[in-house]
């Protein structure tokens, strides 16, 4: 999340150039949530704060190419280049655009000028589709170039990290970058979605839903050290898991919570559950070992003599074997 620095008097604040960009992305983010086909007004302020975000970070890598850079005549305390300025300048320092992606950044740097000093003539459904392409643009520029924090996500409030979930559904790429984990696109807005139902109703009776590592096994063996994250749905430690997660554990009969034979009352939970596409890319995870159902674990976290793994395994032996879908 960005980082407000604010002096002694209290009456100043400062924001690096990076952080500024993050503070303009998330109210991007939120500002097209707020939008709808009834309420369209706040696409104008997103598409402002999209390229407000693109412009300062691009800014940002040109300062760190070479500080002179960032100044339209190479002199600090003149002008600072402009977005498409810097587009031409980043070309030159080696950093390449495709071209659909230069095509985007031209579309979105004509609507800000029309909205910033002449009239707003938008189509919605234009808007959707470039922002969400925009943003993806974004997660890669910000992994490519900045490989020593590569996830963008990072530097979203968890309101922005929400929206951000369910925009990557509309991504060009099968993978997304998302709370430090590579996953499948469609998975982030899922596994977000599923906090949001707590628990399940069965004869008028509630049974809380059990988040990983609140498991009753793990009680009775205090020693275990648990996976960062559940390494089926990919959810933290504390969090409820994703929908179909093998791992989730039923709080009426304490079998597999999504194949168990408990009839549960009818919910919006189990409407979360796999698509055609989830389900190939959860076979291509299997094929190739890269880790659970939807997280792919490139930089899990290890600890010495943790034999957490085969003690989870062994204790979800019996929950394993699927057998058709979940509910």
């Known amino acids: 999340m960005t980082r407000i620095e604010q002096s002694e008097d209290n009456g100043r604040f400062h924001l690096s150039m990076r952080e500024n960009a993050y503070d303009s992305l998330n109210?991007?983010?939120?500002?097209?949530?707020?939008?709808?086909?009834?309420n369209p007004i706040p696409w104008k302020y997103a598409v402002l704060h999209i390229a407000q975000t693109l412009e300062l970070m691009f800014k940002q890598r040109l300062y760190d190419e070479y500080p002179l850079l960032l100044w339209t005549k190479l002199q600090p305390g003149t002008h600072t280049v402009t977005l498409e300025e810097s587009?031409?300048?980043?070309k030159y320092a080696g950093i390449a655009f495709d071209s659909d992606d230069e095509n985007r950044l031209k579309q979105t740097i004509k609507w800000r000028n029309a909205i910033t000093h002449y009239n707003v003539d938008l189509q919605i459904e234009e808007i959707q589709t470039c922002f969400a392409l925009l943003f993806e643009f974004l997660t890669r520029f910000q992994t490519e170039q900045y490989p020593e924090e590569p996830d963008l996500t990072d530097h979203l409030s968890p309101e922005a990290k929400t929206v951000a979930?369910?925009?990557?559904?509309?991504?060009?790429?099968?993978?997304?970058?998302?709370?430090?984990?590579?996953?499948?696109?469609?998975?982030?807005?899922?596994?977000?979605?599923?906090?949001?139902?707590?628990?399940?109703?069965?004869?008028?009776?509630?049974?809380?839903?059990i988040a990983y590592r609140r498991e009753p096994h793990w009680q009775e063996h205090l020693d275990w050290v648990p996976r960062e994250r559940?390494?089926?749905?990919?959810?933290?430690?504390?969090?409820l898991h994703g929908p179909?997660?093998?791992?989730?554990?039923?709080?009426?009969?304490?079998?597999?919570?999504?194949?168990?034979?408990?009839?549960?009352?009818?919910?919006?939970?189990?409407?979360l559950t796999w698509t055609d596409d989830d389900l190939e890319q959860d076979n291509e995870a299997e094929k190739d070992h890269s880790g659970g159902r939807y997280g792919i674990y490139e930089n899990e976290p290890t600890t010495e003599n943790d034999d957490s793994g085969a003690k989870l395994a062994e204790d979800d032996k019996t929950l394993t074997n699927l057998a058709g879908q979940p509910r």
Request: aromatic share 12%; net charge negative; hydrophobic share 30%.
């Open 27 to 38: 109210e991007a983010l939120l500002k097209s949530e707020e939008a709808s086909d009834t």
């Open 87 to 90: 587009i031409v300048r980043l």
């Open 244 to 271: 179909g997660c093998c791992v989730e554990e039923c709080p009426r009969c304490g079998g597999q919570f999504w194949f168990c034979d408990c009839n549960f009352d009818e919910s919006e939970l189990w409407g």
């Open 165 to 209: 979930a369910h925009v990557m559904t509309f991504f060009r790429e099968d993978t997304v970058l998302f709370d430090g984990i590579r996953m499948h696109r469609t998975w982030p807005a899922k596994l977000t979605d599923a906090q949001n139902y707590p628990s399940v109703n069965l004869n008028e009776e509630t049974f809380n839903r």
């Open 230 to 239: 559940c390494h089926d749905c990919s959810c933290r430690i504390g969090q």
